[in-house]
């Protein structure tokens, strides 16, 4: 179990670094347009940014149930906080890029405009990384802070 927590956090920090250096540099090399506002490189993260969702998810969750164990005595840890902001953070994110995501392949919804499907793609695209970053290095470190 231990190798494959090694090698989930290091998929996890290289999506980080995938997803943030393609962020800042993508305005460099693509322009927008109506009929492509995104890179065509963002079709294949998109896939690789469901998984480490997926991934930070089940992580997450195992990190604040097993936080939640030590914490029985009622005082708030730092390993209670990080859990617990982990968690729910990929749980935000997810239910985010799940919905844009799917925007994308559904042209009929058109309950939001491309703004704001734009704006909520800039806020994934800048807290993925962090979220992933965080969980890949806890993972790699075999899944403890010490």
Known sequence: MNTLKRICGLFLVLMAVAVAVHT?????????????PYSPLWSTLDGLMALAIALGVIFGYLRKKAADRAGDSGSVTREFVAANVQFYGFLCVGIMFFWNWFILYSPEFTAI??????????????????????????????????
């Open 24 to 36: 800042v540099v993508e305005p460099l090399y693509h322009t927008s347009s109506e009929g492509q």
């Open 113 to 146: 405009g491309a703004d704001t499907a734009s704006l909520v793609w800039i806020l994934i695209d800048a807290t993925l990384p962090l979220l992933t970053g965080a969980m890949g290095v806890f993972l790699l470190r075999g899944g403890n802070d010490s």
